[in-house]
């Protein structure tokens, strides 16, 4: 279209929308229905898709938990079916020969332990770590608190990190930072309490049913055991595999079994899992964006219907006009402005009215409810936004488009005759 047809188009465009308000709004409300259904079904899509990975996170990101179990396959003369247990040096033993590509962490359980504070007594769960756990299990403290630390372990400290439920069993409403409880009768110190998270997998308890104190202090205090299992943790989760496989080598060595035994470690490797989850949540979104686009080009759909209207019930005008010597393009443009302004408008409150919705859902506490714990916060990402756009723009110029070519090609003789 030539600039200087640009001021006609427009001035017929307005002519006919002051005519036909309610028809105009009509049409830029259904567009901003549709616009609103898809950004809100994709917005609860990506949210949902984020809040279920961050859970299945809650235990911990980029790690595999390790058990010993029994051998398959004879080595060095030995037979099949030998239990294996891990020794409890096998941690540090593994840490110093995969240190470049893992880090490989002890860990033992000790379950229906009384924990006493004043008259409270509850029996709960108390596990001996080490350090670094606090990083790959995820083992966040809440504000002003701290989880156990090198000199906590390396002295043998009687200190210990309770878990959110644990804490409030115990505790009450009284904050627990500071206290001294009892745990099997002896003095501890509560040195912090695990900020409350979702945690969808678990292997013993939810943590937040745990308490956790140096693995130094627990084989001390309940004597030297066995290690129940170990955690493996990699920072490159493509490296996990690796890193399993250079595990079964070192303790394979160590404990007289063939490497290529599955059953003489059994491994959760938790990357496949996530890996796994993620591409089931990218198929939901798919299929979402799919029925949210479709949604749009069946309001497209109604837009061109309307337009097909207009040019109907303009006949007789548009060929007028025509036999007058109106240009063609004096005659498509006002219907593709048309459309293309109705759909752009829509477009742009349907977009406002679900980021109010999106905003006013966030305010929301994830903590309120359980169902807000699982379905997560509605998330409008920058992608899917520029796609709705995109999506809009094509349909308002289709849906003008073909009605305006109906409408240039009408023979301004037959227009006369039209009823």
Known sequence: MKTSSLPVVVHLFLQTARLKKKRAVLTVASIAWGTVAVLLLLAFGQGFREQLLRNERGMGRNISIVWAGQTS?????????R???FAETDARYARERMGDIATVIGEIEKGRVPLVYG?????????????PYRVWRNQVPETEGRFIDAADERDGRRVIFLGDKVAAQVFGREAPLGKTMLVAGTPFLVIGVLRHRIQDNSYMRPDEHQTFIPLSTFQAMFG???LDNLVVGVEDATQMALAVDRLRHVLGRRHGFDPADDRALSVWNTVDDNQE???????IQMFLGVVGALTLIVGGVGVANIMYAVVKERTREIGVKMALGARPRWITGPFVLEASLYTFLGGAVGIMIALVLVTLIALIPLESSEVMGYLGHPRISVPIGIVTTFILGAIGLLAGYFPARRAASIDPAETLRYE
């Open 73 to 81: 396959k004879p080595f060095s003369g030995m037979p099949p079916g």
């Open 83 to 85: 239990r294996i247990s």
């Open 119 to 131: 008259r409270k007594t509850v029996n709960g769960g108390v596990v001996g770590v080490e350090p």
């Open 224 to 226: 030297h055991q066995n």
């Open 277 to 283: 989850s993620e591409a089931i949540m990218l198929g």
